[in-house]
């Protein structure tokens, strides 16, 4: 009986999950908390990423930031262009007279294919590359963070640099349509609510399946015993490669989705701070679960939209110290209370039956 419930917990949250996401939250929230939430379900779809590359194989990622900028400029630029009509320019360009022509490297962001190809081929194709060199170096542990988070800020600096084609500090903003549908009409912007919520449900249940697959017990080898696994045979660079990739391709999806949501796509919502921000909610939530750095990745984002608008000067000191408890008090997250609760339940039952 506990195993049928055991194998049913797991269908049965998925489908609570369906009902909140799609039936009750769009009916108890207004449009413009509709598209909060939305914003929110982005930074868990990260989350969702973090928890396979850092929660199942101990890769501690600090520079998400750049494959989710990656993905946004990538949708933010070809929402661009179909605003400005066949020929046209971005408006940011024609504001900053220093562009007579399209940059070449824009061109290609007309197509909606590749646009769509481009939010996922990219931070996967610039992670299998770092990760490829970075790994083959066997770079781990605190020098990994380090650099992926070096990787990030230098990605933000670069943008900000380039103004004329990127729109530097400012970004990407003021988006009129999203694939034909006008952004201005608050039914398409539901649908864009709905679009999210779908893609968080079907990248939960994937990661789920590759937490439980024989390659997610490998994974788990390499984090725990790396040198063991290497004597058995495996190639622990190529097993790390293929959850980092899999990680900076969810980011560069939720980046793309961020964009018709929000309405923008700037440096500063890709650099060190947002990276690291990704990463708290994750560990708030409990890393190696699922559904707790959804949790997680939602209820800090939340806390920070209210309590950044009343403590706006002290909601950074109240988020590390969240994290600093967390850690230290409570590695497994907010997911390892249940389990907790199981095991002290069970140890009082052990010692009142003896």
């Known amino acids: 009986m506990t195993d049928f419930l055991h194998r049913r917990r797991a269908p049965a949250g998925y489908a609570l999950a369906a009902v909140l996401l799609f039936a009750l939250a769009p009916l108890l929230l207004s449009d413009f908390r509709l598209g909060q939430f939305a914003r929110y379900l982005c930074i868990a779809i990260v989350a969702v990423g973090i928890a396979l590359a850092w929660g199942r194989g101990g890769m501690l990622v600090l520079g998400q930031g750049l494959f989710f900028g990656v993905g946004g400029y990538a949708m933010a630029m070809h929402m661009k262009l179909a605003d400005a009509g066949p020929g046209g320019l971005p408006d940011f360009m024609l504001l900053y007279g220093t562009a007579d022509a399209l940059p070449w490297w824009w061109e290609p962001f007309r197509s909606p294919a590749v646009a769509l190809a481009a939010v996922l081929l990219l931070p996967m194709g610039l992670a299998a590359v770092i990760g ?23 990605f933000a600096i670069l943008l900000i ?3 004329a084609t990127t729109g530097g500090s400012n970004g990407l903003t003021d988006f009129q349509g999203f694939f034909g549908y006008s952004l ?14 779908a893609t968080l449900l079907a990248l939960m249940l994937l990661t789920r ?21 290497r004597f058995l045979g495996y190639d622990p660079a190529l097993v790390k490669l293929a959850a980092y990739v899999a990680s900076a391709g969810m980011a560069g ?29 994750a560990a708030i939530g ?17 806390a920070q939209t209210v309590l950044s608008e009343e403590f706006p000067s002290a909601w950074t000191y109240f988020q590390g110290g969240l994290f600093v408890v967390v850690i230290a008090f409570l590695p ?23």
Do not use: C, K
Request: hydrophobic share 55%.
């Open 209 to 229: 399946q590759i937490f439980h697959s024989r390659y997610g017990e490998l994974l788990v080898a390499v984090r725990d015993a790396e040198e063991r696994v």
């Open 332 to 354: 497994g997250g907010i997911a390892s209370l249940w389990q907790l609760a199981t095991r002290r339940r069970a140890r009082t039952e052990a010692v009142t039956a003896a």
């Open 253 to 281: 999806v939720a980046g793309a989705l961020f964009v018709p949501a929000v309405g923008i796509i700037s440096p500063a919502l890709i650099g060190i701070v947002p990276s690291i921000q990704f990463v708290i909610g």
């Open 286 to 302: 409990g890393r190696a679960s699922v559904v707790g750095v959804v949790l997680g990745a939602i209820a800090v984002a939340w």
């Open 184 to 197: 201005l009409d608050p039914v398409n912007r539901r649908t864009v609510y709905f679009v999210i919520a």
């Open 132 to 154: 490829w060199f970075v790994f083959r170096r066997r770079v781990r542990g605190a020098y990994f963070a380090i650099l992926s988070q070096a990787l990030a800020a230098a």
């Open 161 to 163: 640099g380039q103004q």
